[in-house]
């Protein structure tokens, strides 16, 4: 459970009072919230972006470790 502390601080009793707020779970809920709704349609991670980069990036390490590979079987020198 979240306790909350009793005592409000000064800061919060004057923006309860200048909010016309009756509790400071309101408050909370008010901060919390977002600003527009194009911010809360915007605020969460596009899953999709991030699934799609991280497979570019696992794609561009594979090709640089493959051409790692490649480079140092082309190196090499056989002995007779």
């Not at 016309?20 to 600003?35: C, F, K, N």
Request: proline fraction near 4%; hydrophobic fraction near 40%; charge should be negative.
């Amino acid at each position: 459970m979240n306790q909350r502390k009793t005592v409000l601080t000064s800061f919060e009793r004057r923006l309860i009072l200048a909010m016309g707020l009756t509790s400071v779970d309101q408050l909370d809920e008010l901060l919390t919230a977002p600003i527009s709704q194009w911010a809360a349609d915007h605020s969460e991670p596009p899953d999709e972006e991030y699934a799609l980069a991280d497979r570019m990036y696992e794609e561009a390490d594979r090709q640089w470790h493959a051409g790692q590979h490649f480079n140092a079987l082309s190196e090499c020198k056989y002995l007779n």
